[in-house]
């Protein structure tokens, strides 16, 4: 079974479970936020700040497949952590470490603070990527081993394009 998905126009890391005992303690750790994340994004345009934390609340429009800013009452409680990693020419390549996983927050939180994911279309990119992409990575993935208990970090590689290359 998959353990941890990605939307659909997103590379990088998925994993998968060969048992139903191994599928239920890595859904275990993720529920108990054992997991850490990192992705990478190329954004339009720079944050306010070098760094810092997104705490908004989202909704899922389930007829547009899309997630809202909303308040406390209606939406999930939605928290990341970014920093600006490199200047590019004409954007900005972001380090992004979800404590939450909503559905396409880290596009919708970054939409709402004016960095559209390039490629990304639903949440505000000028247009399109030609392969139909969004530059969003997910990038590493960080866990102690359910059974063994031995640290497992796992790293994407980046995709073969221009833009990704000048973020190396």
């Not at 990605?6 to 590379?11: E, F, G, I, M, V």
């Not at 939406?75 to 996983?101: M, R, S, W």
């Not at 399109?128 to 990038?139: H, T, V």
């Amino acid at each position: 079974g998959t353990i941890h998905r990605l939307d659909r126009p997103t590379s990088g890391i998925v994993l998968y479970a060969r048992t139903s005992k191994a599928l239920s303690r890595m859904n275990k750790l993720f529920r108990e936020k054992e997991v850490k994340k990192t992705y990478w994004a190329v954004v339009e345009q720079s944050p306010s700040n070098n760094s810092g934390t997104l705490e908004q609340y989202l909704k899922k429009n389930e007829k547009q497949n899309k997630s809202y800013i909303s308040n406390k009452n209606e939406g999930k409680h939605a928290v990341l952590d970014y920093k600006i990693l490199k200047k590019l020419e004409n954007y900005y390549h972001l380090e992004i470490k979800p404590k939450t996983g909503r559905h396409h927050q880290i596009r919708a939180q970054l939409s709402s603070i004016g960095c559209a994911i390039k490629g990304d279309l639903k949440y505000g990119a000028k247009r399109s990527n030609k392969n139909a992409s969004i530059d969003l990575l997910a990038r590493n993935i960080e866990f102690l081993h359910p059974i063994k208990k031995q640290k497992i970090i796992i790293t994407a590689p980046v995709p073969s394009n221009k833009i990704w290359k000048s973020c190396c």
